[in-house]
């Protein structure tokens, strides 16, 4: 166990739909990123906040959008959703901004039909 | 365009063998290369990597970057059967970039 934690577990939605994927860091860990892993694409890097600011930032499709609360909760909210939307999102905290060990969470499988 | 690249995608083994997994890498000035394990489930981190030479070591892992060739190594030695997993390998610049991966299966 990481110590981050993510809800749901499992998540299906129909098309067109919005969902919002929550993830809480490990203690005392001030930043969170975001990846999506799908079967054809593997890992890619979606955003990641530093004590609530926006850090860093990857190829995050404009219908999804994401934020961390001053309680360094961070949420994923994933709007028009598509049949490709569908994979495994992982939340992943750190103590610092950088690129060190990241904890990962144990992923939101998301499945749009 | 894949700035990570990892080699094999794929390798099966006997326990006991060593394996050497690869990535070679398209960018120069990155932060940090990483290595990840990843089971059915979260990665799970292995070592990170900034300097060129220096081997990092974890028990029978071990892993070096060479930033003149732009690749980095991973061994696996006396392999088991917990070491079947994705190994990933990423590098850090304005974002991170992930290879998709080497699947290894360790037989008995």
């Known amino acids: 166990d990481s110590g981050v934690t993510q809800t749901p577990k499992h998540l299906i939605t129909a098309t067109g739909q919005r969902v919002t994927l929550r993830c809480s860091p490990r203690s005392g860990d001030l930043s969170v990123y975001w990846y999506q892993q799908s079967l054809d694409q593997g890992l890619q890097f979606l955003i990641q906040y530093y004590n609530g600011e926006e850090r860093a930032k990857g190829n995050i499709l404009e219908r999804f959008s994401a934020q961390q609360f001053p309680d360094l909760h961070s949420e994923l909210n994933l709007s028009s959703l598509e049949l490709g939307d569908s994979a495994l999102y992982f939340c992943?905290?750190?103590?610092?901004?950088?690129?060190?060990?990241?904890?990962f969470g144990p992923g939101t499988r998301l499945t749009v039909l | 365009e894949d700035k990570v690249v990892q080699s094999p995608l794929s390798l099966v083994v006997h326990e006991g063998d060593t394996v050497t997994l690869n990535c070679s890498y398209e960018?120069?000035?990155?932060?940090?290369l990483l290595w990840y394990k990843q089971e059915k489930k979260a990665p799970t981190f292995l070592f990170m990597l900034?300097?060129?030479?220096i081997e990092k070591k974890s028990g029978r892992l071990s892993s070096i970057l060479d930033k003149k060739e732009l690749f980095s190594i991973l061994n696996i030695t006396a392999t088991q059967t917990g070491d079947s997993a994705v190994y990933l390998c990423?590098?850090?610049?304005?974002?991170?970039?992930f290879g998709t991966g080497t699947s290894l299966t360790v037989i008995p």
């Open positions: 990423a590098v850090e610049l304005d974002q991170f970039y």
């Open positions: 960018v120069t000035n990155f932060r940090s």
């Open positions: 900034t300097s060129s030479g």
């Open positions: 992943a905290s750190s103590v610092e901004g950088m690129w060190n060990e990241q904890f």
